[in-house]
């Protein structure tokens, strides 16, 4: 594991080893949003990822389509829109580790949510809960209460939340399994995040998947900070259903068309409560109109509509540049760009910022959760600062600097000017 071992601090030992980094020409692939007359140093990809230059084209490739051949475009356009969600299949099945029938793009992340919950959540008076942590991103935790009240459940009985047992709020394995072992008969679900988004935390999905399985339950995951920054192995891990936003690390643009992922297992299963629409009905038969509605097998079988193709469009663009880039080797430099960041902040910062993400380099991705500690207008005054300089991170109340220098866009030089910029705000501060 290429863990950063040695480093100085500064801005040449940086700039060397962005020289060595054969990843580096990706960089000049995306738009870097202007700071006065030089670049924002943006660490903000977990919120929304950079736009690629090519996507500008794979737009208007798609409105000339429209403009020239109208209706005919859905077989006649340069990328024909009839087929469009194909196109995408391979590179998303690559990136997360599926077979290209497990995988399909559609909707947005909380809709998917809702549709896989509409065929995997089916709770009994005997087993009605599902297991959740207790800091879960809140669009999750809504659908997963309405669905409870949908089945005429007590969302104080049947939703588990799991609280952090580690220090800065992290959820170790034993916690789940503890959970499990405690409350497993009575769960129908388990349904955790593969990134934390506040902590940044790496969860062990094929371990989770085991322990839930063993007491009888289904697994879901939400992948919205994980997909793109960390590999992962969707079909290995034996989930039985994942969902995910594109417009984060995948740098597909705002609202993007999201990833949902059904396991194999699940590929012919007619039988299982699913919302239907025409576009999952079976391909071959799909224009013959008929009343009956018989699912294409697979996760293509849970499609509603028939896709935004303008959403559509920068997807394809993004995926194809992770094909080139190749995850592992994203998170090859990913581990040493962070774990970089992390050691100097340790070294140069440690009064001023307290680094909440697990130390351990496989338990966090890209991102690092920062605390700023002093009194309470100091967080505030420290991000101000920062974005007065271009560097652009988000913010959490009442305390939290979240960064994610990116693989695909981020230098070490980035990390190096972020940590200079927090040491000349404390020095201006004294
Ligand atoms: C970003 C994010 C969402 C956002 O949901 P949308 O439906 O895309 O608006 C939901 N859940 C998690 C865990 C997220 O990180």
Redesign the pocket.
């Given at each position: 594991m290429p863990a950063v071992t040695d480093f100085e601090p500064g801005l040449d030992w940086a700039r060397a080893q962005d020289r060595a980094d054969a990843l580096a020409a990706f960089r000049g692939e995306f738009c870097l949003p202007p700071h006065g007359d030089g670049e924002q140093i943006y660490l903000c990809g977990n919120?929304l990822g950079l736009m690629p230059h090519a996507t500008r084209q794979a737009l208007a490739d798609e409105l000339d389509d429209w403009s020239r051949l109208a209706v005919e475009a859905h077989f006649r356009g340069r990328h024909p829109w009839m087929p469009y969600h194909g196109f995408v299949r391979e590179h998303l099945a690559e990136l997360v580790g599926a077979l290209e029938t497990e995988v399909v793009a559609m909707n947005?992340?909380?809709?998917?949510?809702h549709l896989m919950l509409v065929s995997f959540y089916r709770p009994t008076a005997q087993r009605p809960a599902i297991l959740l942590e207790k800091r879960?991103?809140?669009?999750?935790r809504y659908a997963l209460e309405s669905q409870v009240r949908f089945h005429g459940f007590d969302p104080a009985q049947a939703l588990i939340e799991l609280d952090g047992d580690e220090a800065n709020g992290t959820i170790s394995l034993a916690a789940i399994e503890r959970a499990l072992h405690e409350h497993g008969e009575r769960i129908a679900l388990v349904l955790l995040?593969g990134v934390?988004?506040l902590t940044g935390q790496v969860f062990d999905l094929a371990a989770i998947v085991r322990l839930a399985h063993a007491k009888g339950c289904l697994v879901g995951f939400?992948?919205?900070?994980a997909v793109g920054n960390v590999p992962v192995d969707l079909h290995d891990s034996g989930c039985d259903f994942a969902?995910?936003?594109h417009?984060?690390y995948v740098n597909s643009g705002p609202?993007a068309v999201?990833g949902c992922f059904v396991h194999e297992r699940h590929a012919h299963s007619e039988r299982r409560p699913r919302f239907a629409g025409w576009w999952g009905h079976d391909q071959a038969t799909r224009f013959q109109m008929g009343p009956d509605f018989h699912p294409t097998p697979g996760a293509d079988g849970w499609q509603l509509s028939n896709p935004p193709i303008l959403a559509l469009a920068p997807l394809r663009v993004s995926l194809e540049i992770f094909h080139r880039a190749g995850i592992a080797r994203l998170r090859q430099k990913s581990l040493a760009l962070t774990g970089y960041l992390a050691r100097l902040i340790e070294h140069a910062v440690p009064d001023v910022l307290d680094v909440l993400t697990p130390a351990e380099p496989q338990r966090r991705g890209s991102q690092l959760s920062l605390r700023v500690k002093g009194p309470r207008d100091a967080g505030r005054a420290l991000f101000e600062h920062l974005s007065r300089e271009g560097i652009v991170g988000d913010w959490r109340e009442p305390d939290v600097i979240r960064v994610a220098p990116t693989a695909l866009y981020n230098r070490y030089e980035d990390a190096a000017r972020f940590v200079d910029a927090v040491d000349r705000w404390r020095a201006a501060r004294r």
């Open positions: 919120s947005s992340l909380s809709v998917n949510l879960a991103f809140p669009s999750d995040p934390q988004y939400d992948l919205a900070h969902v995910w936003c417009y984060k609202g999201a």
